[in-house]
């Protein structure tokens, strides 16, 4: 009963625009990320894993509810040509792979490198 009183309440916590910016390319890059590539990304922000694996659960789920209210991306459109919908198509299947668990932390550095 003790323990209860003293008990800290859970803050939430606050990323800096440069742990955001990072992790928002990352998402870009792919919606998913395998546990290495999760180690090494937190690492590299000064995160801990879960909040990182916290954080693109989050995103996919605001990226899901997005991809929702938008006109759907499978049904043709008014003047647009199936080839641009395929490249579309096949560009989402690259960003849902996960990253190379064996990978080294090379897009990650290239991708901060690029966006500074």
Request: without cysteine.
């Amino acid at each position: 009963l003790a323990d209860s009183i003293h008990k800290k309440k859970h803050t939430r916590p606050t990323f800096t625009g440069h742990q955001i910016f990072a992790l928002e390319k990352t998402f870009e890059q792919t919606k998913y990320l395998a546990g290495p590539e999760r180690a090494r990304l937190a690492y590299s922000l000064g995160m801990t894993e879960s909040q990182v694996k916290v954080w693109f659960q989050n995103r996919r789920t605001k990226w899901r509810k997005k991809s929702a209210l938008e006109p759907s991306s499978s049904s043709q459109r008014v003047g647009g040509s199936g080839g641009e919908q395929a490249a579309s198509e096949a560009e989402d299947d690259e960003y849902n792979k996960p990253l190379d668990p064996d990978s080294d932390d090379e897009k990650i550095r290239l991708l901060l490198r690029k966006h500074r």
